[in-house]
T-cell receptor, first 116, second 115 residues
Framework: GNSVTQMEGPVTLSEEAFLTINCTYT??????LFWYVQYPGEGLQLLLK?????DKGSNKGFEATYRKETTSFHLEKGSVQVSDSAVYFC???????????????FGQGTILTVHP | DTEVTQTPKHLVMGMTNKKSLKCEQH?????MYWYKQKAKKPPELMFV???????INESVPSRFSPECPNSSLLNLHLHALQPEDSALYLC??????????????FGNGTRLTVT
């Protein structure tokens, strides 16, 4: 079946530090890949996505590249802010015909805390 | 502001109570979802409606009963819950089941406590 593995957290950084959160996946075919972010007391928000190999998703200074050869979708940001403190989830879904159509498979989440 | 609205924000109920969670979206989406999220864990899919028909039931206990009265509304009826059902219940919607092309939009959830 499908699975997503994220780096263990929590991650604690100082403001303006470089961020990497690793994400690797197992899936058949060509899944679509996502990063969702959950701020305290809120639901999940889509941060970025990529739907095919070598696509780069980007939003709010965050980037992730779909690497099929390494089955990875690592999240990066060059300079984090205190307001980026949140839980980050890597996720995947398969297209029509796949057994997980309409379903998201989530990683376990990574808690990020950014200090001033 | 989220475009998926959930009410109530917080709910405390006893094990013999009956209550309902409500979810509304006005984005014209035709797929709607219920997820359950325990603290420090990812969301777990419970139910999916597509074009107002139940499409996916992830073997959820019958004390949880979903309802989709129309394309904009989704309810989750609760009866005889257990304390371990305490969690954040998230509603989401998407254009259709092709969530690779049209990703999920989540509400802010209902924090449920079962006493």
């Amino acid at each position: 079946g499908n699975s997503v593995t994220q780096m263990e957290g929590p991650v604690t950084l100082s403001e303006e530090a470089f961020l990497t959160i690793n994400c690797t996946y197992t899936a058949t075919g060509y899944p679509s890949l996502f990063w969702y972010v959950q701020y305290p007391g809120e639901g999940l928000q889509l941060l970025l996505k990529a739907t095919k190999a070598d696509d780069k998703g980007s939003n709010k200074g965050f980037e992730a590249t779909y690497r099929k050869e390494t089955t990875s979708f690592h999240l990066e940001k060059g300079s984090v802010q205190v307001s980026d403190s949140a839980v980050y989830f890597c996720a995947l879904t398969q297209g029509a015909g796949g057994t997980s159509y309409g379903k998201l498979t989530f990683g376990q989440g990574t808690i990020l805390t950014v200090h001033p | 502001d989220t475009e998926v609205t959930q009410t109530p924000k917080h709910l405390v109920m006893g094990m013999t109570n009956k209550k309902s969670l409500k979810c509304e979206q006005h984005m014209g989406h035709r797929a709607m979802y219920w997820y359950k999220q325990k603290a420090k864990k990812p969301p777990e899919l419970m139910f999916v409606y597509s074009y107002e028909k139940l499409s996916i039931n992830e073997s959820v206990p019958s004390r949880f009963s979903p309802e989709c009265p129309n394309s904009s509304l989704l309810n989750l009826h609760l009866h005889a819950l257990q304390p371990e059902d305490s969690a954040l219940y998230l509603c989401a919607s998407s254009q259709d089941l092709d969530i690779g092309g049209s990703p999920l939009h989540f509400g802010n959830g209902t924090r449920l406590t079962v006493t």
